[in-house]
């Protein structure tokens, strides 16, 4: 029987052995373990220091959105359209767009609508969201900002405005030691954050 165990352990691929005598996940499967983990963890990791990037003072979202094969008047179409029809949604209350240059290709839009924080038979917790979007078209790819954030809340009780300068940036939403939101402050910034991935996403799949 002795035997039989080493020829077994003889044969099985060193690299499922580390160094010191443990099972070694592949490096995929760790980042996938150590993700969940994290998640787990703090359900507000992909909110906190960093999320909220701001240029010159401002809070400024941006991303380049790859569109291979596709040429800048096409890309400006599919945008365009997506952008009209965001403008026409339920949850719209004056929203715009504003620049159609299909010259240059570039578009630019100003929203006004509803973010629900909360809504049940007893509660509807939501404010005004304002922001400015805004698309630059190349053949292959286009540069998207969402910016001139701010909000209307409690507007039938205790109306508040704020800019998204003060209010959901990493001083004003997250405490010191970078592991969770206030909660006046880090709800706005939670749905903005989620707000703003919805969008690119969607402008994502479609360029794809």
């Not at 787990?40 to 991303?63: C, M, Q, W």
């Not at 400015?132 to 998207?144: I, M, P, R, S, T």
């Amino acid at each position: 029987m002795k035997k039989f165990w080493i020829i077994l352990l003889a044969a099985m691929p060193l690299g499922l052995w580390a160094q010191d005598n443990t099972w070694e996940l592949p490096e995929e499967e760790q980042q996938v373990e150590e993700t969940t983990l994290e998640a787990k963890i703090n359900p507000n990791a992909k909110y906190l220091r960093g999320a909220v990037p701001e240029i010159d003072g401002k809070v400024v979202f941006s991303k380049t959105i790859e569109a291979p094969g596709k040429s800048a008047a096409q890309i400006y179409t599919i945008l365009h359209d997506y952008m009209v029809k965001m403008t026409k949604a339920s949850n719209q209350i004056n929203s715009r767009v504003v620049v159609e240059d299909s010259v240059n290709h570039e578009l630019g839009a100003s929203f006004e609508e509803w973010l629900v924080f909360k809504k049940s038979a007893l509660q509807l917790d939501k404010t005004r969201l304002y922001f400015v979007l805004e698309a630059k078209c190349e053949n292959g790819k286009a540069d998207v900002t969402m910016s001139r954030i701010h909000y209307f809340y409690d507007e039938n009780r205790k109306p508040e405005r704020f800019k998204a300068e003060g209010w959901i940036t990493d001083d004003y939403a997250v405490n010191k030691k970078n592991t969770k939101l206030f909660p006046g402050s880090g709800k706005f910034r939670r749905k903005t954050i989620d707000r703003k991935d919805f969008i690119f996403d969607k402008f994502e799949s479609l360029l794809k």
